[in-house]
């Protein structure tokens, strides 16, 4: 079993800056991918931002184009995204994710869920 512990969420101004970590602990050994997606009120969960493994290709929405960083820590097991310019659109609550199917924007392909963290973006 693997846990995902997000953290990072919080209340900001648009134009602000946001950085969320989300920490993996448990059976982590096997090379794995992660995800950011979330979830507004009303909407479904949408996929935000995707690493790989080794870091060296990520993925994101068009929405949060060059506005967010995803980035990873293997040696803390641990990924970051990181948020600029924020908008009251980006309101919402954001879930890491794991995958060890090697599946980046795919819902359905990822394997463990955190618990969410809210972040509330102000106009």
């Known amino acids: 079993q693997v846990q995902l512990v997000e953290s990072g969420g919080g209340l900001v101004q648009a134009g602000g800056s946001l950085r969320l970590s989300c920490a993996a602990s448990g059976r982590t050994y096997r090379p794995y991918a992660m995800g950011w997606f979330r979830q507004a009120p009303g909407k479904e969960r949408e996929f935000v931002a995707a690493?790989?493994?080794?870091?060296?290709?990520?993925y994101y929405t068009d929405s949060v184009k060059g506005r967010f960083t995803i980035s990873r820590d293997n040696a803390k097991n641990t990924v970051y995204l990181q948020m600029n310019n924020l908008k009251p659109e980006d309101t919402a609550v954001y879930y890491c994710?794991?995958?060890?199917?090697?599946?980046?924007?795919?819902?359905?392909?990822?394997?463990?869920w955190g618990q969410g963290t809210q972040v509330t973006v102000s106009s």
């Open positions: 994710a794991l995958s060890l199917r090697g599946s980046y924007t795919d819902n359905d392909g990822y394997d463990y």
């Open positions: 690493i790989s493994w080794s870091g060296s290709s990520t």
